[in-house]
């Protein structure tokens, strides 16, 4: 009968790192096998998103920007996608902005049109509770469609604000309002009506 080997310490960080090494090369080769589909759903994933937050008629151009926003000494970046008519007249941005919720970050598309009206919001990607949080995909969200936020105050009712919190779920309504609270001021601080101000 063969004899069993005596555990030490050195072997347990020879099997540790040997079963380490196997899982990183696995998952790595799964990475470079699945990376290309993941970012062509991502691609499509954020262009359906344009497409809901800015729905315009006619022929309409995108072009991909990042743009800067500074707020307390804080540069924040957020991705964009300026559209324009046939006659390269300006019309609205798609604005990528996110802010953390109750359950992680909420990621979101934020639609304006070229004088500031919120044409549309998308979530992207969020970790808020089901039946809770989570309903800010729902009619949470148009409440913010077809606002100026010159007018319409960005924030909770409960802290002095025009938006109507979701029941049970004020950390993700805060949240949400101040995600797009985030890409006004960031579109504020880049366009102005019928045209941008970095051209």
Do not use: W
């Amino acid at each position: 009968m063969a004899k069993k080997k005596e555990s030490t310490l050195i072997n347990m960080l020879v099997a540790l790192f040997v079963i380490t090494a196997v899982s990183g090369g696995v998952l790595g080769l799964v990475y470079g096998f699945t990376k290309d589909a993941i970012a062509e759903v991502d691609q499509k994933k954020n262009e359906a998103a344009i497409q809901a937050v800015l729905p315009l008629d006619g022929e309409i151009t995108y072009q991909a920007e990042t743009i800067s926003y500074t707020e307390d000494g804080v540069t924040m970046d957020f991705p964009c996608n300026i559209a324009y008519d046939a006659n390269g007249n300006f019309q609205g941005v798609a604005i990528k902005t996110s802010e953390g919720g109750f359950g992680g970050k909420i990621e979101m598309m934020v639609g304006f049109l070229a004088d500031g009206t919120i044409k549309g919001t998308s979530v992207l990607s969020h970790s808020e509770t089901p039946g809770l949080g989570a309903n800010m995909t729902g009619k949470f969200k148009d409440q913010f469609v077809d606002k100026n936020p010159e007018t319409f105050k960005l924030t909770v009712t409960k802290d002095g604000g025009d938006v109507d919190a979701i029941t049970a779920a004020t950390i993700t309504s805060r949240a949400f309002s101040k995600a797009v609270d985030k890409a006004y001021k960031a579109f504020e601080a880049n366009f102005k009506e019928g045209g941008t101000e970095n051209e």
